[in-house]
């Protein structure tokens, strides 16, 4: 069959294959930044020319054919429009870190009482303690000499009032939660004072470097705001219940590791609620309070304060960890929220369409990527199953020469591209298992929200016991599982000529190779729907081997420290060992009161220990170890893994090993 295909078809794909080894070859940042988004322009700009003028009429079509056909025109159009934007984005990149060198040399020399004030807020509604200590405890342990903890309850605990004043930490509380979060914080700065605020959720503990490494930018008068990524330390809803913790990144990575610093390039970097230093002068001119018009405030104040000269700077560095989602039902909350209160703004006068913006920073704060992902993926999932079962066309005059000549250059064209200006972030099987996903849950609440954009409650996003849950997401495994029936039931009704429902010949090849990436993707999204527990109760981090010493007895024995939790360790002794599982012991770590332990396991690796009774005065010295200090956990991903190949040895050869 590929010898029927007019040699010439082949050429703009091989063309756009080869402009991308060629950068990617030449591995110059700045030439891939010059050269690939212009490149996607022209060819969108190729692909829609052809899609105008031969895909939206054809003969023997009817009135549903022609709804259809626009229908999809037009999702296929805010998707260019969503991934032109992006790679205009792309096309710039501000690296912060050497600037923060800088700073935190000058700032080490200054005076310490010359350095303002900072208040440090963590809000908190209903995380257990177990969340919370982590957070407070480090942000207690802040390397920052003049520092006020507080802790904002909207949840009124007592409990928690007492836990705080035990250890020196401020609370605030209220009584109403009016304005949800947003609220909780303006009633906090009314009480407060300090000229800088560090906003944190309750979930994410700060690195001790965290101000030193941010308050330094605020010498830029036009600084309103200074933001460092969200980073994790337990594995999300998609690493989790794939069991990839060590080979997919979390999906956020792809945001603040390569958007976020592109945003800031432009200027239009924004406040992501936590991690977050703000400068209250600058609250002061737009009234000293957070707005409360969007259930995403953070976003909406950056806004407030482009419009009165204050940029948000970006540094690309973990300085704090935290939760990610974890569960489906917590992943869906979060989104959910992000999603409304991002096309909330854009009715606001403070948002993207109200006065008062340059034509770029419009451009960037439109919330396009939540329309255009949940209907694109939706529509792509779709289209070739109503088409085989139906006959109803998505696209007009298709066969395989259009699409290897049209379609799948675009598509390479910008996902090839997309993976070369991230350096590597960017993984296309991946993105569409997570958007198919996303898709079932969110497609609804993105649509009411357009048409119904206020009114919706604020809920917060579960953590700790209150989030795990197991079991299986129904109605995304079974969404996820009748599409691929009914797709698989397309393809073998059409296969057969007696039962053909498709009358255009020249389609069936395009939709088959459609449909069996679709059915790769939603057989993924079926496996991700079903959550597997976690495999210790307690994240590890790796420790790089410091010394430490395990005691049995009267024997105390050197150890190399592999890795930590709160809860246990694994140590490597030096010498020989003949500790076996059960036997008790003390264990001697750096910074760490001794702890009692019991051995749980004998392995090549080292001595895996459980810690016993472990006091409050340890467990705090323990998370300022693991938190306040730069540690990475086990199972962060390694770096240059095959994420495609990885999900589809999971999908089809099951469960790895586990990390």
């Not at 050269?35 to 009817?62: C, D, K, M, Q």
Request: charged fraction near 20%; include cysteine.
């Amino acid at each position: 069959m590929i010898l029927d295909i007019p040699h010439e078809a082949f050429w703009p794909l091989l063309a756009v294959c080869g402009l991308l080894l060629l950068v990617r070859g030449i591995g110059s940042d700045r030439l891939a930044r010059a050269a690939l988004p212009p490149a996607v322009a022209l060819i969108v700009a190729h692909y829609l020319v052809w899609r105008f003028a031969a895909t939206l009429e054809g003969p023997g079509l009817g009135p549903a054919d022609h709804a259809f056909i626009h229908a999809f025109l037009g999702v296929e159009l805010l998707a260019l429009a969503d991934g032109m934007i992006l790679m205009l984005m792309l096309s710039r990149r501000r690296d912060n870190s050497a600037e923060a060198d800088r700073h935190e040399r000058r700032l080490a020399a200054a005076d310490p009482a010359s350095l303002p004030a900072v208040d440090v807020f963590i809000a908190t509604y209903n995380e257990p303690l177990e969340v919370l200590e982590r957070t407070i405890i480090a942000a207690l342990a802040l390397d920052w000499p003049n520092l006020r903890v507080w802790v904002l309850d909207d949840g009124r605990r007592d409990w928690l009032r007492r836990w705080c004043a035990d250890r020196g930490a401020g609370y605030l509380t209220r009584p109403d939660n009016k304005g949800a979060k947003a609220g909780n914080i303006n009633a906090a700065l009314g009480r407060t004072s300090a000229p800088f605020v560090l906003v944190l959720d309750a979930d994410f503990a700060p690195r001790a470097n965290f101000l030193r490494r941010t308050m330094g930018f605020f010498a830029d008068p036009r600084v309103g705001i200074v933001q460092a990524p969200h980073r994790f330390f337990n594995p999300d809803p998609m690493q989790q219940n794939l069991r990839l913790h060590r080979v997919l990144p979390d999906d956020q990575r792809l945001f603040f590791d390569v958007i976020m610093p592109a945003r800031d390039a432009w200027d239009a970097a924004f406040c992501c609620g936590s991690n977050g230093v703000i400068r209250r002068s600058a609250l002061a001119e737009v009234g000293g309070r957070l707005p409360e018009g969007s259930i995403t405030e953070d976003m909406l104040l950056t806004l407030v304060l482009l419009r009165k000269g204050y940029v948000t700077r970006y540094l690309n560095e973990t300085l704090a960890l935290g939760l990610a989602p974890e569960s489906t039902n917590a992943f869906f909350v979060q989104r959910a929220r992000w999603a409304r209160g991002a096309i909330q703004i854009l009715h606001l006068r403070h948002g993207p369409l109200g006065p008062g913006l340059g034509l770029l920073h419009r451009l960037f704060f439109l919330p396009t990527h939540w329309l255009s992902g949940s209907l694109v993926q939706s529509f792509s999932l779709i289209a070739p199953v109503l088409f085989m079962l139906t006959g109803i066309v998505p696209i007009a005059n298709v066969g395989v020469p259009e699409v290897l000549t049209y379609q799948l250059p675009v598509v390479v064209g910008y996902m090839g591209s997309l993976q070369v200006l991230s350096r590597g972030a960017y993984h296309p099987l991946a993105a569409l298992v997570l958007s198919a996903f996303s898709a079932v849950r969110l497609l609804p609440a993105v649509l009411v929200t357009l048409v119904r954009p206020h009114g919706h409650a604020f809920r917060v996003t579960p953590k700790g016991r209150d989030a795990i849950a197991g079991g299986v997401d129904r109605l995304v495994a079974g969404a996820a599982l009748t599409l691929t029936a009914a797709t698989a039931l397309g393809l073998v009704l059409n296969a057969v000529p007696a039962w053909r429902i498709v009358e255009r010949a020249a389609l069936i090849p395009v939709v088959a190779g459609w449909s069996v990436v679709n059915a790769v993707v939603l057989l993924l999204v079926a496996a991700m729907a079903i959550a597997r527990p976690p495999a210790r109760a307690e994240e590890r981090f790796a420790m790089g081997g410091e010394p430490a010493a395990l005691v049995a007895g009267e024997a105390r024995l050197p150890a190399a420290l592999v890795d930590l939790s709160l809860s246990g360790a694994l140590l490597r002794p030096e010498g020989d060992c003949a500790a076996r599982p059960g036997d008790r012991v003390a264990v001697e770590i750096a910074g760490v009161p001794p702890l009692a332990a019991s051995v749980a396991g004998v392995r090549p690796t080292g001595i895996g220990l459980r810690f016993e009774a472990v006091s409050d005065e340890a467990r705090a010295a323990l998370i300022r170890r693991l938190f306040s200090e730069a540690h990475e956990p086990v199972t962060a991903p390694a770096p240059r893994e095959n994420v495609a190949v990885a999900l589809l040895v999971r999908l089809f050869l099951g469960d790895p090993k586990p990390a």
